[in-house]
Structure formats: structure tokens, C-alpha cells
């Protein structure tokens, strides 16, 4: 295996000109378990953990922006996020167990494109945009724009993400986040949904929704959202949107769980938000 | 090959090593460290779980090259010499708290970094900080115990 | 003095230290690392195998069934499971050839470029597709073992019951999941074959792999490394992976270390059988049980292995603790084409107990009866007679058990006021308790201990140290500290002049293997027996009784204080003085393997546990929050220790019953490793109270009877009838995972 560890992004950026097809290792809670079950390396790695410009957590200009290479760790227990992203401080907590959490980074869990990824959904719902940069490039995108299909992004070869921003939110009835694992503690998600909930009076103003582990991709829900704009929370009404929410979801059945509970268990998650 | 020189259990250490090998390999066969044990090779059992720059990590998920010259290591073997690595280790001994032995390397690595954070945890915190270790000896029961014994809680 | 004391484990300080050195941490000069190749379908004949001409395979040697000098089987049973596959291909992963090299990375690189060429035929696969089979044309299935057992009248009790309550079961497999995965070190040493293993039956791998080898059982010696785990996993399939690695050194002339990665361990190893358990009852008004027809099915995999034995202990252990009049059990071990299945904690009785625990929940359920109450009904006492014959003589707790458990945890008010607890839209978590009662007969089933004829020895030394010969393994179960508690109260010396080395087949007798929560009781009386022999040897030689006292030998009349060195200078100078004995099984305990009647156990532990569960209504995850259990073991040699058995064997249950999802797909385990197959972490553990009760045995050391599997045949049934009480919902199948949940109420149309 030919190993490079970059000191600084435009190193990377050199050594990633040469050998593009490179994988790069970031945490390695994914990738070093998949090479491990594989038997297989591959043939040019390159490590970005040296590259400590893209380790930091800042809010600045109504926006919260996280480094790629925070770990889960960091991001659960920074103040900030705690305190303006409750949500994304929780599903961090949730990932794996405490050393996974030392050692994972935002940028591998959302660029190993994984549907079970724990941070997507709640990014979702906060209306995350990625910076994604290139030797000679700075693009922002939507997180929702990131994914193409199953552990398929449109990440270019010559990329790297560089950050996530996401912006200070504003007053919010309700912002949640639920994960349905195999068990208690370092479980991959069955399922799992995030919200963000704000009314006017009585009815709805404002909610995104996204889950996970129900589709290819972790997605925003688009049309169950339409649907309860503007609308009270009614019985019929939450009713009405599940039954939304299970026509274009199309769960699967694997080795953690089945397609018939991940449709129940997905509507009792939207019953749980959408309730008092 | 790739040569490093790492802290390892308080003492400077050369090691050299090729680009594939993972911490948990340099260990148990360049130095011959076998108290870190490998359960499963994917991170999900803790047993190798040692301290790398005053953070729990998983020895089996970290591609040695990827640790720079200067990194400082704890493994079990460095714990019996620190005085919160022994107050955990007897600890264990009087709640029990092992029975074959297996995952009790990781365990201790664990209990030591959750110490070393948080001096009292309260049941439900040393829960969550040993999730990633698993026992199928115990029931975990006597672990806890262990822990709080080591705190002086118990 | 120490008997009854949480004394510290003596090999406790290398384990916490991490010093303690298992298999996978032997090192030897020359060693190298075996892998193994393994046949591509579940059933079939092997056409070839087929070696990439593009690689390099002078870097490994390789061995096949034609390089077996001896015969290709592995002795369990009986000689039928081949060591490596030579013409029919009975299961996925048969192993057929194994090779080596110096780096693992390398072995398992060459495996790639190794094609394994077979014809295949249909197999006969699932427990379902078993029972549905049997159903359909059980002449068609082949039989391993057969068991009957009749008691009484069935048509009469039927005649007379009020009610007839009929249920089907399922149980699946199980993996043992000990933390270190099987690995085995082989080497020739002066003309002798060396194993060394992480293994719990020395005795078993010794002939098996002389067997293979074609030597004699002398020319192969058997040391047990520390091993990290086992629960049965390590009884019989070692003898497998000894074999191979055995064959590997022979070829190379080289120390061969064998260690499975965890997805391999998962993959090939044994599993606990999966089972099916029909159950027809006859039952009055009260929940009085009047009559009982069963039917029992285990999966017994593609050879015989252990299967005859564990279908024995199911049967046997089927009526749980109840005392029923009229009855009739029908089991079968019935051969399919997956890896054989083998020894798991609990041996059997875990399916078994899991499906009459139910069975009685699903009977209070439908006659609105308390579970409390119509265990109390049928409960098992001193003088009962049991289905096969055997009458209880003595040390019987389950009434003590059920009555304390019930108070601690208050079952029954809770039980009724959950039952009645409505789908409210304010709560979103529902609440559940579940009730069972469970007992475990320690030592071997029926004639065993007999036809085993144990021997243990025990030898005072020249340095006037106490040593422990016998072939029983440390694996966690804390035998090391516990004989040496027994032995040291038995001569009344300190614990530090007992010595307990790890057995080698060479300097050992054959004590019998490390399972059926033998160990305690069975061979812990052969110690007592060593222990009383000795002091009659010393008496004999001096003339005069004597006494021992810190660890010296007080001459009662000639008042003459004497070191234990001293002692063995006067009676045996040169080897020490030897003392072995053998079990001396109680000829008024016989059984009749004909008529499968008779005393199948000499004696039983029991214990009754109440679960608590919080079901979440939208996710239907159950979380156990409270287990409460008291056990009744005779006595607790080592508190600390015993309830470290009680509780890790709970938690296994626990699993077993609630998320170890074990799946087959075409013929291969789905959930094969740590990520998806799921055993409980610190989370997911409720919060335990447990009570131990002792009702000594009269033959047991110190009146101690095993305790070692009796914990997990207690969870499962507890949780599955906890969910029973949440939904009023009757789930026969385990694990209950939510999935499962949901399922059930979708098929009886409530959801």
C-alpha cells in the first residue's frame, strides 16, 4: 500500500492531482472495517487526519460551521452546538460508542454516503449546505443536492468536503431527533427520523423533515412537508400524512430489519413529532 | 515501511512497520504487547481498545501510519503503572468484575479514559461510556460495580 | 474458612493486568498461520479444487483428506463428521482443505486464488421447513435420536381436563459469542503431538486428534491455554480445529497457529439448536395440569455430533418444574443439511423450558388466571415423580424460589394492574411483567457420569503444596478459585499452598469434560473424596489420627506438630504423595437408556425471575428495566463468584430472547458478525437484583449443586411473557424483536 499523510489541504490537493483514484481515510470507523471484512486493501491511501485546518467548530455571520474532520465526540460536546443545534449534539452521542465517537468525523459520515448515516437526517433539517473545495474551487451545495444514490454523491474526484454550514435557527416550536437501533448502545439505524417543527398559532409554519435507513439515500421529505404546511395538527390531518409518507417510501427488508416494521415503526416515529 | 517514534506506556519507542499493519498489529506483533486483544477486527467489541493522546480509540480501526511521531500511547500494560490504572484494576478484582478475562484489557482502557473525564459518574453515565465494550461473561453488573468502587462511590 | 466467601479469583490480577497470555498471544520460533479453505454449497459432491495457475502457491502449504494418515473423522459420538471433506458435501463451509504461511494477510491471499468445484443437490434447510416436513412425511427424514416418554394415562387426562390448550414453538439458533474467538496451537515435540488450545475438554481433543493422526492417545498431549469464553462452543468443535492444525504441523514440521477471525468463528463453529416444540394440555379450571402431549423437533445439522445429548437434556427438561399425571413426549433430532449445532449453555433445556414456560403464561392468559398462581398449582416438591420416572429426593426450592421472587418484584399486582393498563393517548410507553420458573439437573444425563467414570487426583509435593489434577477448564467460571476454596477448607490449609495448573492430558487424569454444570458438584466431590483419602494415607503411616491446622499436621495422641513437608518426606520423598479417586455414582440412582425411565439427574437447581419491560408504542422496542431472580443452588461455594454465573448467564438470556437474530440464508448464517449479530452491551442490561437460596445437597461438596446453566434457561420465556402481559398478544417464537412483534399482530389482523 503506498500511505500519504498530508500536512495541509493544498498538499492534499497535490497528491490527489497525481493519484485521483486514492481513497482518502479520514476517522476509519467505516472504512477500515470494510477492508478488514474484505481482506482487501487498496493500493494508495490517503490519510487526512494531519490536515488540522479542517478541525473546527465556529459560529460566525448567523451560520454554525463544523470542519469535515470533527469527530462525533467533539461535535456532541461542543457548547455552541449544544446549545443552537440540540439535535445535532444528540444524534452525534448516538453514533456507535464513545471510542467510535473519538474517532469518526462528520466528513466520512456523510461522505461514506451510508442511508443508515445517524448525522444526514438532523443535517437535513437544519438546512445544512456543504463546502466542498478543489485546488481551485469553493462550491456550496444543499446537503439534500449531495446524495445521487445508494452510497453514490456527486463529490468529484478532484473535491474534498471541506465544511458544513448551517444556519443559526430561528425560534422553534420543536426540533427532534429519533433513532431506532438493533439495541440500546452502538447500533446501526433500523431507522430513524429528525424534525423541525414551527407553528403559527395554531398551524404550521415551518417543518422539514428527513430519515434515514428508508431509502437508498437519508432524505428530506418533501411531500409529507407540503402536505402539513399551513395546516393545524389535527388527527385527521397527522393521519393523512402518514398515510403520504408511506406511499413514496419504499424501505427494504436486510439483515437488521424488515420492510413491514420499518413502515410501521417510520409512522409511529411522524406520529410521535407531529403529536402534542 | 514506515518508521515512527511514539510514547508508548511512558517510554520513547522506535517502531517500524508497513503501511498496511494497524496499531492493533504493531502491538501484539512488532512489540510483542499482547494484553490489547482482537475480538472482532470492526470495532464493535472494545477489546482493543487502548489511549492514544488522552483519547479512547479502537486499535483495531487505526492504521498505524496514520500516528505521528510523538504520540503518546497507553495500552493495559502501561495502566498497572499509573495510580488511577491500578485503583481500576483492583477494583475490578474485589467487585468480581472479571470472569474470563477476555475483554477485561478494553474494559479497564475504557473505565480509565471515562475517569480520567468525569471523577463520580453516576450509573447511567458509566453505562453509556462502557456501551462499547462488550462482556459475555458478566452481565455487566459487577463491571459497574467495579467502577464505582474505583470512585468511591460504593 | 473459605467455602461461602467471595475469596478473589486467583488468576484475577493477570487478567486485569492484561499479563494473562490466550491462544492467540502463544508465540513460538518457526511458527506459522493456518487458514482454511471450505466448500462452496450446503449439500452436494466435491467435483475439485481448483489452484489459480497465476499465483504463487510455494509460499503455502496445503492439506486435503487424502493427506490424513488416520481416519477422516472427528470422534464425537459417533465416528461420522468427516475432519475435511473428501466426496459429499453435507454443509455450507464443510472444510476441505487448510494451508499456511508465516502472515496471516498472505494465507488469507491465497485463499483467494483457490476455487472449490462441487456438484450441488437440494438441501433440507430451516426449522420451519423441518416442522412442516415432519408434518407432511416424517418417514421421509432421517433420525439421529428418538426419545419417548410416557407417564400415566394421556386419554383419561384429557378425558378429564376442563380445557385443552394447544401451541406451537420456535426457537432459533444461538451463538455463543464468547469474546475470544477458537484457535488452536499445534507443534511436535520428542516424537509427541502438542495441542495447545482455547478449549474446555482436553480429554476430547486428545483421542480425536489421534484418531486423524493415526497415532495412539499417548503420542498426543492436550494442554488447555486460558481461554477467553466458551459456553459450550469449545466443547467438541476444537477437536475439528486441533485436527487441522494438527495435520498442518505434520506436513510443515512446524508449529501451526490456527485463530478465526470473528466472521469465520460465526460462520463455521456450532450454534444452539434451533427447535420446534408442539405442546397439546389438558388443564382443569383451577390451571391444574391434567394431561400433556408434546411433540419435539431440534435441528440436528448434517451429522450426529452432540445432537443425541441435547435432545436427551430438552426432553427431559421439557415439563419444566411441574408435576404432571399424564403425559407424552415424542422428540427427534433430525438431520438437514447445515453446520452441525452443538453445545450451548443450557444444553437444550433453554428451547425446551422456553416453550412450557410460555405454554403456561398462554394458559393463565386464556383462563384469566394469575401466572403466580397456576405455577403454584403444578409445582414440582419432595416426592414428586417427574414424567420419566424419577422421584425427587431431596434439595427441591422451586416453591422457595417462586414465593420470594413474586415478593420482591410484587408480580402479582403488578401483572393484573398491567394487563388492564389501556391504549391511553397520553402514555407513550406501555409497561410489562413476565413470570418464569426454571430448574437445570447438573452432571451428565442418566447413565453418563457412570459410563464416564471420572477420575480426579490431588498431590501433597515436596514443597508440601496441595496440587489440583484434573482435566476441568478455567474459562471464566472462576473453577480455579472455587476447587481450590473446596480443597483448602477439606484439609483446613491456607489457600496459597493449593495449587491448580492448567490441565495437560500428560500429568492429568481424565476428570471429564468442562460442561453440564458438572464440574462443582462432580468433580468437586472426587476432590473431597482425594482429600479424605489423603488424610487416611497420613493417618495410616503414622498410626494416629491427625489434624491439620494452618497448614500444618497435628499427630493427635503423640501430640507431634509436623509441615506438610515434612509429611511427604516421611511417606513419599520422590514424587509426593498421589491420591486419585474416581466418582463413586450412587448405584440407587439408575437409569434405563432403553426405557428412557429412571433418575435422569441426581439432583436439580432451580430459580424463579420476574422481568420488568417498557414497550415503546411507536417503535414496539421492548426494553427490559428490572430483573429480579432467586435461585436455589445448594450452596454458593463462592457468592461473588456464583452470582457472576447467575447474572452473566441471565444477560446471555436475555439476548437470546430478545435480539440475537439468527438467520440462514441459502444454507450460510446472515448475521455473521459483530455488527449484526447482536448481543446486549452495558445499555441494554436492566437493573438486577438477584437472591441465591441454599438447600444443601447430600452430595454435593459442601452441599453445592451446579449453577452454571441453570440462569439461561430463565430470561427468554420471562420476556416473552412480559409481552404477553403488555399486548395480550401470545408470540412463540424468539427472539422478539420488534419486527417480530409487528408481524405477529399483522398475521392475527390487529395491526
Known amino acids: 500500500m503506498n500511505f500519504f499523510s498530508p500536512k495541509n489541504i493544498d498538499e492534499f490537493f497535490n497528491i490527489r492531482e497525481r493519484y485521483p483514484d486514492a481513497i482518502i481515510l479520514a476517522g476509519g470507523t467505516d472504512l477500515m472495517a470494510q477492508w478488514h471484512n474484505n481482506r482487501n486493501i487498496p493500493d494508495k491511501v490517503i490519510s487526512v487526519s494531519g490536515i488540522r485546518e479542517l478541525a473546527f467548530i465556529k459560529e460566525e455571520k448567523g451560520y454554525v460551521e463544523i470542519g469535515s474532520l470533527s469527530t462525533h465526540s467533539e461535535i456532541s460536546e461542543n457548547k455552541t452546538v449544544k446549545k443552537i443545534l440540540p439535535s445535532l449534539s444528540y444524534a452525534a452521542s448516538l453514533i456507535g460508542a464513545p471510542a467510535i465517537r473519538n474517532m469518526g468525523t462528520i466528513g466520512g459520515n456523510i461522505a461514506n454516503a451510508s442511508p443508515a448515516a445517524d448525522l444526514p437526517p438532523v443535517l437535513l433539517i437544519y438546512d445544512a449546505s456543504l463546502v466542498l473545495k478543489s485546488k481551485n474551487q469553493i462550491r456550496e451545495l444543499k446537503l439534500y443536492e449531495f446524495y445521487k444514490g445508494y452510497k453514490n454523491t456527486v463529490i468529484k474526484p478532484d473535491e474534498i468536503i471541506f465544511s458544513i454550514r448551517i444556519p443559526v435557527p430561528m425560534q422553534v416550536d420543536k426540533v427532534e431527533f429519533y433513532k431506532v437501533g438493533t439495541r440500546q448502545a452502538q447500533s446501526i439505524a433500523k431507522l430513524s427520523l429528525a424534525g423541525f417543527l414551527k407553528k403559527e398559532k395554531k398551524e404550521v409554519e415551518i417543518v422539514r423533515l428527513a430519515a434515514g435507513s428508508v431509502a437508498p439515500v437519508p432524505i428530506r421529505l418533501f411531500e409529507v412537508e407540503k402536505y402539513i404546511t399551513g395546516r393545524v395538527l389535527t388527527r385527521s390531518v397527522v393521519s393523512d400524512a402518514c398515510d403520504i409518507l408511506l406511499k413514496y417510501l419504499k424501505p427494504i427488508s436486510d439483515v437488521r430489519s424488515t420492510e413491514e416494521y420499518r413502515k410501521i415503526a417510520m409512522k409511529g416515529l411522524l406520529l410521535r413529532f407531529l403529536g402534542k | 515501511m514506515i518508521k515512527r517514534r511514539w510514547k508508548i506506556n511512558g517510554k520513547n519507542t522506535q517502531v517500524e512497520f508497513s503501511e498496511e499493519m494497524r496499531l492493533i498489529d504493531v502491538l501484539r506483533e512488532t512489540l510483542d504487547l499482547v494484553g490489547t486483544k482482537e475480538g472482532c477486527g470492526e470495532g464493535e467489541c472494545g477489546a482493543c481498545s487502548v489511549i492514544v493522546n488522552s483519547t479512547l480509540k479502537l486499535s483495531c480501526l487505526l492504521l498505524a501510519a496514520t500516528l505521528s511521531d510523538g504520540t503518546e500511547i497507553l495500552t493495559i500494560e502501561g495502566a498497572e503503572n499509573t495510580p488511577l490504572g491500578k485503583r481500576i484494576q483492583k477494583a475490578f478484582m474485589t467487585a468480581n468484575a472479571v470472569q474470563c478475562g477476555f475483554c477485561t484489557p478494553g474494559m479497564v482502557m475504557a473505565t480509565y479514559y471515562l475517569l480520567s473525564k468525569v471523577k463520580k459518574p453516576d450509573r447511567e453515565t458509566i453505562k453509556s461510556m462502557l456501551s462499547g465494550n462488550l462482556c459475555r461473561c458478566t452481565g455487566y453488573k459487577s463491571i459497574f460495580e467495579a467502577v464505582e468502587i474505583a470512585t468511591g462511590r460504593r | ?380 416438591k419432595v ?144 476432590l473431597t473424596l482425594c482429600c479424605d483419602e489423603l488424610v487416611a494415607v497420613i493417618e495410616k503411616h503414622y498410626k494416629e489420627k491427625i489434624r491439620i491446622d494452618g497448614g500444618r499436621v497435628f499427630l493427635t495422641d503423640s501430640k507431634k506438630k509436623l509441615g506438610l513437608k515434612d509429611v511427604v518426606r516421611d511417606i513419599s520423598p520422590a514424587d509426593g504423595i498421589y491420591i486419585e479417586k474416581e466418582y463413586d455414582f450412587p448405584k440407587d440412582q439408575m437409569w434405563d437408556e432403553e426405557k428412557y425411565r429412571g433418575t435422569a439427574y441426581p439432583v436439580y437447581s432451580w430459580g424463579a425471575v420476574v422481568v420488568e419491560v417498557e414497550v415503546d408504542k411507536y417503535t414496539y422496542n421492548v426494553r427490559p428495566v428490572r430483573l429480579y431472580s432467586v435461585y436455589e443452588i445448594g450452596k454458593a461455594i463462592n457468592p461473588k463468584a456464583a452470582l457472576g454465573q447467575l447474572e452473566g448467564g441471565m444477560i446471555q438470556s436475555l439476548g437470546y430472547g430478545l435480539m440475537e437474530k439468527c438467520e440462514m440464508k441459502n444454507g450460510k448464517f446472515f448475521q455473521n458478525r459483530l455488527q449484526t449479530y447482536i448481543i446486549p452491551t452495558a445499555e441494554d442490561v436492566p437493573e438486577m437484583h438477584t437472591e441465591i437460596l441454599e438447600i444443601p445437597y447430600s452430595r454435593g461438596p459442601f452441599g453445592a449443586k451446579g449453577i452454571g446453566e441453570l440462569p439461561h434457561n430463565s430470561v427468554a420465556p420471562a420476556l416473552r411473557n412480559a409481552v404477553l402481559n403488555v399486548f395480550g398478544i401470545e408470540i412463540n417464537e424468539i427472539p422478539i424483536t420488534p419486527e417480530r412483534i409487528v408481524s405477529t399482530m399483522k398475521n392475527r389482523g390487529i395491526l
Open chain 3, 1 to 380: 474458612m473459605y467455602v461461602g466467601k467471595s475469596i478473589d479469583r486467583v488468576d484475577g490480577w493477570d487478567k486485569v493486568t492484561g499479563k494473562l497470555r490466550f491462544i492467540a498471544d502463544y508465540r513460538m520460533p518457526d511458527m506459522l498461520y493456518g487458514v482454511t479453505v471450505r466448500a462452496p454449497v450446503s449439500k452436494g459432491r466435491l467435483k475439485s479444487i481448483v489452484f489459480d495457475p497465476k499465483y504463487d502457491f510455494s509460499k503455502v502449504v496445503i492439506v486435503t483428506a487424502k493427506d490424513i494418515p488416520g481416519e477422516n473423522f472427528v470422534h464425537i459420538i459417533k465416528d461420522d463428521m468427516p475432519c475435511l471433506v473428501s466426496e459429499r458435501i453435507n454443509y455450507l463451509g464443510g472444510p476441505r482443505a487448510i494451508k499456511t504461511e508465516k502472515n496471516p494477510a498472505v494465507a488469507y491471499e491465497a485463499l483467494r486464488h483457490i476455487k472449490v468445484e462441487a456438484e450441488e443437490e437440494t438441501p433440507l434447510i430451516g426449522i420451519e421447513e423441518i416442522a412442516k416436513a415432519y408434518k407432511r412425511e416424517p418417514q421421509n427424514l432421517t433420525y439421529f435420536y428418538e426419545p419417548k416418554i410416557i407417564k400415566g394415562d394421556l386419554k383419561s387426562g384429557f378425558d378429564e381436563a376442563s380445557y385443552i390448550v394447544e401451541a406451537e414453538f420456535y426457537t432459533g439458533f444461538q451463538e455463543h459469542l464468547y469474546l475470544e474467538p477458537q484457535g488452536v496451537l499445534a507443534y511436535k515435540k520428542n516424537g509427541k503431538f502438542h495441542i495447545v488450545g482455547s478449549l474446555q475438554c482436553p480429554y476430547y481433543v486428545r483421542p480425536a486428534v489421534a484418531k486423524v493422526l493415526g497415532v495412539k492417545d499417548e503420542d498426543v498431549v492436550v494442554v488447555q491455554a486460558p481461554t477467553g469464553g466458551a459456553f459450550g462452543g469449545k466443547e467438541d468443535y476444537p477437536s475439528l480445529l486441533a485436527a487441522h492444525s494438527a495435520l498442518l504441523s505434520k506436513k510443515t514440521n512446524k508449529p501451526i497457529l490456527m485463530v478465526y477471525d470473528r466472521e469465520e468463528d460465526i460462520s463455521f463453529t456450532t450454534k444452539r439448536h434451533p427447535s420446534y416444540v408442539y405442546h397439546k394440555a389438558g388443564v382443569m379450571k383451577d390451571g391444574r395440569l391434567v394431561a400433556l402431549d408434546s411433540t419435539i423437533l431440534f435441528d440436528a445439522g448434517a451429522y450426529v455430533t452432540l445432537s443425541p445429548v441435547v435432545l436427551s437434556r430438552g426432553t427431559l427438561h421439557s415439563c419444566s418444574v411441574y408435576s404432571i399425571p399424564n403425559v407424552r413426549i415424542i422428540a427427534k433430532a433430525v438431520k438437514s443439511n447445515i453446520p452441525p449445532p452443538g453445545a450451548f449453555r443450557g444444553f437444550g433445556a433453554p428451547q425446551t423450558i422456553f416453550a412450557m414456560e410460555s405454554l403456561i403464561d398462554t394458559i393463565a392468559h386464556r383462563l384469566k388466571l394469575n401466572p403466580y398462581d397456576v405455577r403454584r398449582k403444578n409445582l414440582l
Open chain 3, 383 to 526: 416426592g414428586s415423580e417427574m414424567a420419566f420416572g424419577q422421584v425427587l429426593k431431596e434439595s427441591v426450592g422451586i416453591d422457595k424460589c417462586l414465593e420470594r421472587v413474586s415478593a420482591i418484584s410484587d408480580f402479582k399486582k403488578k401483572y393484573e394492574s398491567y394487563k388492564k393498563q389501556g391504549k391511553s393517548k397520553e402514555v407513550s410507553t406501555l409497561k410489562g411483567i413476565g413470570l418464569a420458573t426454571v430448574l437445570h439437573g447438573a452432571a451428565f444425563t442418566g447413565s453418563g457420569e457412570m459410563v464416564l467414570r471420572s477420575k480426579g487426583a490431588i498431590r501433597l509435593n515436596k514443597d508440601g503444596l496441595v496440587e489440583i489434577l484434573i482435566a476441568n477448564t478455567e474459562m471464566g467460571q472462576g473453577l480455579l478459585t472455587t476447587m481450590s476454596q473446596i480443597v483448602a477448607d477439606k484439609l483446613n490449609v491456607p489457600m496459597e499452598m493449593v495449587k491448580f495448573p492448567l490441565p495437560d492430558t500428560s500429568q492429568v487424569p481424565n476428570s471429564g469434560p468442562t460442561v453440564a454444570s458438572r464440574t462443582t458438584m462432580i468433580v468437586g466431590r472426587i
